[in-house]
């Protein structure tokens, strides 16, 4: 079947602009998750959405970054007034449930703020 | 508390060899520890995971040694491959579902 899938593959943007980025988890995964990484900070936790609870926000790096999912499917990252060190691929990943289950991963999408 | 702390950084190994990746922890909470395995633009894939309630899990040609005292857990990848070439990462997690990742091996294998 399918796996999660990530658009863009690659966004360049001028500092200063919004992008926002898209995950499409494995149908029928309940938990989602974003992931950032970079080569000075490996793989960094961002955020999960696990069902109908509220969502564990506790690695986003300041209040320029946020997500939702909707329906419980897709989700969208969307990082504001985007500066320079925001560079980094951008992770997604999905699972059957959000306890010690396997996380399956996107492809990322490689953003670049000039 | 939360780290995961992974070494070597880089690791170069002849066809055939053993490679020996370690990661240790602080969190005594953690009670999942999965490798993944990365290729050059491609997302991790989970490679074999742990939990402390055993010390050793074998998967083919990998084996994760896991040792609760020493809050240490190990990759062991036996008769490598230059197909094993990639960037490996430690994790852990505890009952949260976000994963902790060590800060990865380069793996390099020579025919």
């Known amino acids: 079947g399918a796996g999660v899938s990530q658009s863009p593959s690659n966004k360049v943007t001028e500092k200063g602009k919004d992008v926002e980025l898209r995950c499409d988890p494995i149908s029928g995964h309940t938990a989602l998750y974003w992931y950032r990484q970079s080569l000075g900070q490996g793989l960094e936790f961002l955020i999960y959405f696990q069902g109908n609870s509220a969502p564990d926000k506790s690695g986003l790096p300041s209040d320029r970054f946020s997500a939702e999912r909707t329906g419980g499917s897709v989700s969208t990252l969307t990082i504001q007034r985007t500066q320079q060190e925001d560079s980094a691929v951008y992770l997604c990943?999905?699972?059957?449930?959000?306890?010690?289950?396997?996380?399956?991963f996107g492809p990322g999408t490689r953003l670049t703020v000039l | 508390q939360q780290q995961v702390k992974q070494s070597p950084q880089s690791l170069i190994v002849q066809k055939g060899g053993i490679s020996i990746i370690n990661c240790a922890y602080e969190?005594?909470?953690?009670?999942?520890f999965p490798w993944y395995q990365q290729f050059p633009g491609k997302g991790p894939a989970l490679l074999i995971a742990i939990r402390p309630d055993v010390s050793e899990k074998k998967e083919g040609r990998f084996t994760i040694s896991f040792n609760k005292s020493a809050k240490q857990f190990s990759l062991h990848i036996m008769d490598s491959q230059p197909g094993d070439s990639a960037t490996y990462f430690c994790a852990a997690s505890n009952q949260g579902g976000k994963l902790i990742f060590g800060q990865g091996t380069e793996l390099s294998v020579k025919p």
């Open positions: 969190n005594t909470a953690f009670d999942y």
């Open positions: 990943a999905s699972s059957l449930v959000a306890v010690n289950n396997e996380q399956f």
